[in-house]
């Protein structure tokens, strides 16, 4: 190789690390905007219509609407999140005092069973089971305080990484296009990959978003609304965990709803931990398999084991982003490796 390319090579890393180090802090929100624009994109092709073909003003509109959509409810919940929070201590201290008394007269709770069954043999209040759960509860109470502050801490970088994805919203409605085709020319395979990839990782991004997040939304209000009529501590909360435990395959909302029920019956009220427990099973769990079906649609053939562990991956790299980025770099992935496959097949090599 001359030493012109290596030259030329040399000066295009240092310039694209340089960019890399500019770029860098707006990734997140960057790629929440190019999200949403894919999400909005039929939205914005009506306002587009609607001001007879003035994309600066549709986008404006489309900008301002969507960010109403999603910043209001999250400003309230995130709001009332916070004031449960700083609650929860103050009910976990009041809890502790009154634990030892309604556990110990609940037929449900261990520490009877162990005194009648196991009393003969050996000295169960040697094992202090009772302090035991009170120091669990207490030092979880104790999380609360610094969790909060950094709840709020991330909460308010959130918002700030909307303001900077709707203000990128606006240049990617208007002029998403032009930048669409140019990513599209980089990409060196044939145009038939080429819209196969694209219209591939389009299925994921619906699929994670209507199939994921939109699903775990509903069962986190089914479960919501179950708290908040049996009048549980911190609902609001224990649906925000809720949510997030949607996108654990298999257990997902039975690992909140399920503690909740096991209390209630702890606590004497039989008929409301009973009653949880029918209904996570017959109305929250079954919600998935009917709503998810439905909103996929095939949409995407990721592996479930595959889609779980990039999930978690990309949540502990990326954030909260990952939720969407695990399943689309996995995507990726896929497509790269099948198109290499058909490529080892088409050359009728070794592997073929």
């Given at each position: 190789?001359?030493?012109?390319?290596?030259?030329?090579?040399?000066?295009?890393?240092?310039?694209?690390?340089?960019?890399?180090?500019?770029?860098?802090?707006?990734?997140?929100?960057?790629?929440?905007?190019?999200?949403?624009?894919?999400?909005?994109?039929?939205?914005?092709?009506?306002?587009?219509?609607?001001?007879?073909?003035?994309?600066?003003?549709?986008?404006?509109?489309?900008?301002?609407?969507?960010?109403?959509?999603?910043i209001v409810p999250m400003a309230i919940i995130g709001t009332a999140l916070a004031n449960e929070m700083l609650n929860l201590y103050a009910w976990a201290e009041g809890y502790i005092q009154d634990l030892s008394t309604r556990a110990h007269r609940?037929?449900?709770?261990?520490?009877?069973?162990?005194?009648?069954?196991?009393?003969?043999?050996?000295?169960?209040?040697?094992?202090?089971?009772?302090?035991?759960?009170?120091?669990?509860?207490?030092?979880?109470?104790?999380?609360?305080?610094?969790?909060?502050?950094?709840?709020?801490?991330?909460?308010?970088?959130?918002?700030?990484?909307?303001?900077?994805?709707?203000?990128?919203?606006?240049?990617?409605?208007?002029?998403?296009?032009?930048?669409?085709?140019?990513?599209?020319?980089?990409?060196?395979?044939?145009?038939?990959?080429?819209?196969?990839?694209?219209?591939?990782?389009?299925?994921?991004?619906?699929?994670?978003?209507?199939?994921?997040?939109?699903?775990?939304?509903?069962?986190?209000?089914?479960?919501?609304?179950?708290?908040?009529?049996?009048?549980?501590?911190?609902?609001?909360?224990?649906?925000?965990?809720?949510?997030?435990?949607?996108?654990?395959?298999?257990?997902?909302?039975?690992?909140?709803?399920?503690?909740?029920?096991?209390?209630?019956?702890?606590?004497?009220?039989?008929?409301?931990?009973?009653?949880?427990?029918?209904?996570?099973?017959?109305?929250?769990?079954?919600?998935?398999?009917?709503?998810?079906?439905?909103?996929?649609?095939g949409r995407t053939n990721l592996h479930p084991l595959l889609l779980f562990f990039s999930i978690l991956g990309a949540v502990n790299a990326f954030g909260f982003i990952g939720i969407i980025a695990g399943p689309l770099i996995l995507s990726i992935?896929?497509?790269?490796?099948?198109?290499?496959?058909?490529?080892?097949?088409?050359?009728?090599?070794?592997?073929?």
């Amino acid at each position: 190789m001359k030493w012109e390319h290596l030259l030329t090579l040399l000066i295009t890393a240092v310039i694209g690390y340089l960019m890399y180090l500019v770029l860098v802090p707006f990734f997140i929100p960057i790629f929440w905007a190019i999200i949403l624009v894919i999400l909005f994109q039929p939205y914005y092709d009506w306002l587009v219509r609607s001001f007879a073909g003035r994309r600066a003003l549709a986008s404006i509109a489309a900008c301002t609407s969507i960010a109403l959509f999603i910043i209001v409810p999250m400003a309230i919940i995130g709001t009332a999140l916070a004031n449960e929070m700083l609650n929860l201590y103050a009910w976990a201290e009041g809890y502790i005092q009154d634990l030892s008394t309604r556990a110990h007269r609940s037929p449900m709770f261990f520490y009877p069973w162990l005194e009648r069954y196991l009393g003969e043999y050996i000295d169960v209040e040697q094992l202090h089971l009772k302090s035991v759960v009170a120091s669990v509860i207490r030092e979880a109470a104790g999380y609360v305080g610094p969790g909060l502050s950094g709840f709020v801490k991330g909460f308010a970088a959130l918002i700030i990484d909307f303001i900077i994805a709707f203000f990128s919203m606006y240049f990617l409605f208007k002029d998403g296009d032009k930048l669409f085709n140019f990513v599209k020319d980089l990409i060196p395979v044939s145009s038939h990959h080429k819209t196969e990839i694209i219209e591939k990782n389009r299925g994921v991004i619906y699929a994670t978003i209507y199939g994921g997040v939109l699903v775990g939304a509903v069962q986190a209000a089914l479960g919501g609304l179950a708290f908040w009529y049996l009048g549980i501590p911190a609902a609001l909360v224990l649906t925000f965990t809720m949510f997030l435990a949607t996108f654990l395959p298999s257990v997902g909302c039975a690992m909140v709803w399920g503690p909740v029920a096991v209390y209630l019956l702890i606590a004497g009220d039989y008929a409301g931990g009973i009653g949880l427990a029918i209904w996570g099973i017959f109305v929250i769990g079954l919600i998935d398999n009917f709503l998810r079906p439905w909103l996929v649609s095939g949409r995407t053939n990721l592996h479930p084991l595959l889609l779980f562990f990039s999930i978690l991956g990309a949540v502990n790299a990326f954030g909260f982003i990952g939720i969407i980025a695990g399943p689309l770099i996995l995507s990726i992935g896929q497509a790269t490796i099948e198109l290499y496959h058909e490529y080892v097949k088409s050359k009728n090599t070794w592997a073929g």
